[in-house]
């Protein structure tokens, strides 16, 4: 069997040499995201080191770490939103599907519209339900409203919600619960079709019911889309997701699949925050 290691090295054991390039073709195919060599800045201060990692098409990760490792500014990495912090720079790639969404020729409209973005507090806009979701598909020029409609609705069912406010489509967001506010925006954010969604925090201040509830979504979703998630919550890692990585003071200490990462971890570091003794 062929693997990529943490390095982005490949390991081939017990493969017939033929079968070699073929076996590094298939794993290379299954690659959603690979980031390569990344560091961060903040003006002079170097917050990420060296990150290389990959993550698998049609899978859940999580990034794990301490407050202040880093881990949600990696993830902003990802579809570019630290273009938005003045005096920020980052060295490196990240490639999506191959291509490196840092190179002069990318949109970034058309990025964040495939790398879709749910944040720690539930942010919907201050519009309808309806006008929530539907606004990314005006602002990428679709006019149908058909075929809007039909979006909305089905965005809405995809997240859970869609019994729960068939009725008040047309009333403010904000009279939503906060669970509920929480599920409209994983419904904003799949509404322009992506393939990458990015989840920083997203049950952080719900209620256990709430929770749970966005836990199962997102179990259901990586049918679809490839899942990055950053979280400081060991337990539900371990459950939702297939693999998992450890982040402290802006490394990358561990990432493996989940089974290994929480039952044999390489680094004691890893050990001693997945047992609470960090």
């Given at each position: 069997?062929?693997?990529?290691?943490?390095?982005?090295?490949?390991?081939?054991?017990?493969?017939?040499?033929?079968?070699?390039?073929?076996?590094?073709?298939?794993?290379?195919?299954?690659?959603?995201?690979?980031?390569?060599?990344?560091?961060?800045?903040?003006?002079?201060?170097?917050?990420?080191?060296?990150?290389?990692?990959?993550?698998?098409?049609?899978?859940?990760?999580?990034?794990?770490?301490?407050?202040?490792?880093?881990?949600?500014?990696?993830?902003?990495?990802?579809?570019?939103?630290?273009?938005?912090?003045?005096?920020?720079?980052?060295?490196?790639?990240?490639?999506?599907?191959?291509?490196?969404?840092?190179?002069?020729?990318?949109?970034?409209?058309?990025?964040?519209?495939?790398?879709?973005?749910?944040?720690?507090?539930?942010?919907?806009?201050?519009?309808?339900?309806?006008?929530?979701?539907?606004?990314?598909?005006?602002?990428?020029?679709?006019?149908?409203?058909?075929?809007?409609?039909?979006?909305?609705?089905?965005?809405?069912?995809?997240?859970?919600?869609?019994?729960?406010?068939?009725?008040?489509?047309?009333?403010?967001?904000f009279s939503l619960s906060g669970g509920q506010q929480q599920r409209l925006c994983i419904a904003r954010a799949i509404a322009t079709n992506p393939s990458v969604l990015?989840?920083?925090?997203?049950?952080?201040?719900?209620?256990?019911?709430?929770?749970?509830?966005?836990?199962?979504?997102?179990?259901?979703?990586?049918?679809?889309?490839?899942?990055?998630?950053?979280?400081?919550?060991?337990?539900?890692?371990?459950?939702?997701?297939?693999?998992?990585?450890?982040?402290?003071?802006?490394?990358?200490?561990?990432?493996?699949?989940?089974?290994?990462?929480?039952?044999?971890?390489?680094?004691?570091?890893?050990?001693?925050?997945?047992?609470?003794?960090?």
């Open positions: 069997m062929a693997e990529i290691d943490n390095n982005n090295n490949i390991n081939i054991n017990n493969i017939d040499k033929n079968n070699i390039d073929n076996a590094v073709d298939n794993i290379k195919e299954e690659i959603k995201i690979e980031v390569k060599n990344l560091n961060f800045y903040y003006g002079d201060y170097h917050l990420l080191k060296d990150i290389n990692l990959f993550f698998k098409k049609n899978s859940v990760c999580t990034i794990l770490g301490p407050s202040g490792c880093g881990k949600s500014s990696f993830l902003r990495t990802l579809n570019r939103m630290n273009d938005y912090t003045e005096g920020s720079k980052l060295k490196g790639e990240v490639l999506l599907d191959g291509k490196n969404i840092y190179g002069k020729s990318i949109d970034v409209v058309e990025l964040r519209r495939n790398v879709g973005m749910v944040f720690q507090n539930p942010n919907p806009f201050p519009k309808t339900i309806f006008e929530n979701i539907a606004f990314g598909l005006k602002i990428h020029g679709i006019k149908n409203k058909q075929f809007i409609a039909e979006r909305v609705e089905k965005c809405l069912k995809y997240a859970g919600l869609l019994d729960e406010v068939k009725d008040k489509l047309h009333k403010n967001a990015l989840m920083d925090e997203p049950t952080a201040y719900l209620d256990p019911a709430s929770t749970a509830t966005i836990l199962d979504l997102i179990a259901n979703f990586k049918k679809f889309y490839t899942i990055i998630i950053v979280s400081h919550n060991i337990q539900q890692a371990g459950r939702i997701s297939d693999y998992s990585g450890f982040f402290l003071n802006g490394e990358l200490i561990e990432f493996s699949k989940s089974g290994d990462f929480f039952t044999r971890p390489k680094d004691k570091r890893t050990e001693n925050f997945i047992t609470n003794r960090f």
